[in-house]
């Protein structure tokens, strides 16, 4: 049997009145419905497709592309509430179900809300947990002071943002270090700033040296990353330009650009601004 709830290589087999079959170099062979046939798929040839359960708990094909695979962890929206538990959007025709014993939070229609996905070994269904911590790495933590990582970020809380890293680990982000705002479910980078020794990870957006930075010098630099690291503006720009660029007046953008300068984080011309590398 193909593995439910993975992409799998396959080649057409037959077509039929309901869709194509296709099959793979075992014999295993699964439905592609008709709706999700691309303009001219033939026999013989091979397409990459999304194996799940259908609602009538049958293996199925399909070319849609879901919003989280096993294992993984994503912010998704509850799209309906049933007795069953809440059924979450995942860009497929069938929704993702997270059970009532998964929950630990009341869950609206129309709620966006952070979730792990498995495949169950027991109906070999997808479903998904608001249990998220049970789900996260505590005890062997591959990762170093400083180093650049990947941040989901999560729900907040009355000390900042609960962020996932690397979709492995649990971390922080304090409220007092975060100079954009953030959104639950944004996809960004991050640095680790401190391992603790229970096991808890606190986390920045900036790297190391952008200590003490204030606001316009943070907006300075979203707009730098923005433009691939090169700003087409400088101190001898006029002011309609550098607003038009950089949303700001002529002095804070040469407070900001000042303030980056001393930090060692940027480059100044009179017509540019690049970041250090």
């Not at 027991?122 to 790495?137: D, P, Y």
């Not at 062997?140 to 400083?146: H, P, T, Y």
Request: glycine letters at 8%; aromatic letters at 8%.
């Amino acid at each position: 049997m193909l593995e439910v709830g993975q992409y799998h290589n396959l080649t057409v087999l037959r077509d039929t009145s309901v869709g194509m079959f296709l099959g793979d170099l075992k014999g295993n062979e699964i439905l592609l419905p008709l709706k999700y046939i691309p303009k001219g798929l033939a026999i013989d040839d091979s397409i990459e497709v999304f194996v799940y359960k259908d609602s009538e708990d049958r293996p199925i094909a399909t070319t849609l592309k879901p919003l989280v695979l096993p294992g993984e962890f994503a912010v998704l929206m509850v799209n309906d509430v049933s007795s069953f538990g809440a059924f979450l959007e995942m860009g497929l025709e069938k929704e993702l179900l997270v059970p009532y014993k998964e929950q630990n939070q009341n869950l609206t229609r129309g709620k966006k809300v952070l979730v792990y996905v498995y495949l169950d070994e027991l109906t070999n269904r997808l479903v998904a947990s608001c249990k998220t911590n049970k789900f996260v790495e505590r005890d062997d933590i591959a990762l170093e002071v400083n180093e650049e990582v990947s941040l989901l970020i999560g729900p907040r809380t009355d000390m900042g943002t609960n962020v996932i890293i690397n979709n492995t680990y649990a971390g922080l982000l304090y409220d007092n270090e975060v100079f954009k705002r953030l959104h639950l479910g944004d996809k960004t980078t991050g640095f680790i700033h401190k391992l603790r020794e229970d096991g808890k990870i606190d986390v920045r957006l900036q790297p190391a040296g952008f200590e003490n930075i204030d606001a316009f010098e943070q907006q300075l630099l979203d707009v730098i990353n923005k433009h691939d690291g090169t700003l087409p503006i400088g101190d001898k720009s006029p002011p309609e330009k550098i607003y038009a660029i950089a949303a700001m007046s002529k002095k804070n953008f040469k407070k900001a650009a000042g303030g980056l300068y001393r930090k060692k984080l940027i480059t100044i011309s009179p017509q540019a601004l690049e970041l250090v590398k």
